[in-house]
Structures are given as structure tokens and as C-alpha cells.
């Protein structure tokens, strides 16, 4: 939050439920520094291989961990989703949001690796994926933060006067989404 805030940037924060219960402080602490926050479900569980029942209660959980301060944006777990799971979020009335630069910080890179990688990929439009550290600390061997941490400070240095960096609602006020 520090960093984005130096920088004047925002973005979005699709929170897990079981995280978001645990540390409402830092739910509210980046609504109110103007972020979005989205929901990523309840425990990070691969939508397809679920039920409908268990999908519809892990958005529900999650949505009532991020409220007051949720939109009804959703990214899907690993990115994994089919029909059923896309035709539950539409019944929810969330939107479905992928991305289209992942920067691979989940696998401990190096910081410049990082902001190396999005910088050859990043265009105007770009939906770039972080992960941080309340959606790792359930899986240990990624619970090492400050790369993505640096590397946004990296990146937001190199290309902050050439990019706005927007929040996703903000972002469709400018244009529809490119599937």
C-alpha cells in the first residue's frame, strides 16, 4: 500500500474470504486508500472441481469477509473456470476478471526479473497479476513477499508517468474488456 501510494497508483485486490475474516483492519486500511477489492473466494479452491453448492458458498463466505467494501468482481482461483462455475458468478452478478500479464512473482523471482517480464508485456489496457501476501501465507514455499513488493516499486519508477495505474472498475469506464 505504501508503495502504490507513493506513486499515486491504485489497483485491485481480489482478497481470499479466509484471509480478509482474519485481517478486516487491511480490508478496510485498502478500501480506504482507494483500491478495489474483488473477490477471489473463500479458500483458493479450483472452481471447476467443485460443486455448485460449495462454488455459490465459497463467493457467498467471501463476499460477506470483504464486505462493506466489495465489489462484485471476481478472479477466478489459478484462473481456472468452465461454464458452470461462469454461469454461477452470473447468477451471483459478478463479473469474471482474468488477466493478461502475469508476472510469475509466485514463483519467488528475482525483483528486476519481475519487472523486467511486465514491462516487455504491459500496454495500455494491460491486467497485470500480483499476488500477495495473504493469498500465499496458506502455501509456505511462497510466502516470501518483498520481490513482488520491490517490483512494483521498480516498475511503477520506470513507468509511472507513462501509465496510469487504475483500479478495474475505473478501467471499464475507458473500454470494454478484450476476451
Request: aromatic content about 10%; proline content about 5%.
Amino acid at each position: 500500500l505504501e508503495v502504490l501510494e507513493r506513486y499515486r497508483a491504485v489497483g485491485t485486490f481480489f482478497m481470499l474470504g479466509e484471509a480478509a475474516k482474519r485481517h478486516s483492519d487491511l480490508v478496510r486500511e485498502v478500501a480506504q486508500a482507494g483500491h478495489a477489492i474483488g473477490n477471489h473466494s473463500w479458500d483458493h479452491s479450483s472452481f471447476p472441481l467443485l460443486t455448485g453448492k460449495e462454488r455459490r458458498t465459497q463467493i457467498r463466505r467471501c463476499e460477506a469477509a470483504i464486505a462493506p467494501y466489495g465489489e462484485r468482481l471476481f478472479r477466478p482461483p489459478y484462473g481456472h473456470q468452465n461454464i458452470a462455475s461462469r454461469l454461477d458468478l452470473l447468477w451471483l452478478r459478478y463479473r469474471v476478471i482474468t488477466w493478461n500479464v502475469n508476472t510469475q512473482d509466485w514463483l519467488d523471482r528475482d525483483p528486476n526479473w519481475i519487472a523486467d517480464h511486465i514491462m516487455k508485456k504491459v500496454q495500455p489496457g494491460s491486467v497485470i497479476l500480483f499476488h500477495d501476501s495473504l493469498n500465499l501465507v496458506l502455501k509456505e514455499r511462497y510466502a516470501q513477499r518483498w520481490p513482488t513488493i520491490e517490483a512494483v516499486n521498480i516498475l511503477l519508477k520506470r513507468i509511472g508517468d507513462q501509465y496510469r495505474f487504475v483500479t478495474i472498475p475505473r478501467l471499464f469506464e475507458h473500454g470494454h474488456p478484450v476476451r
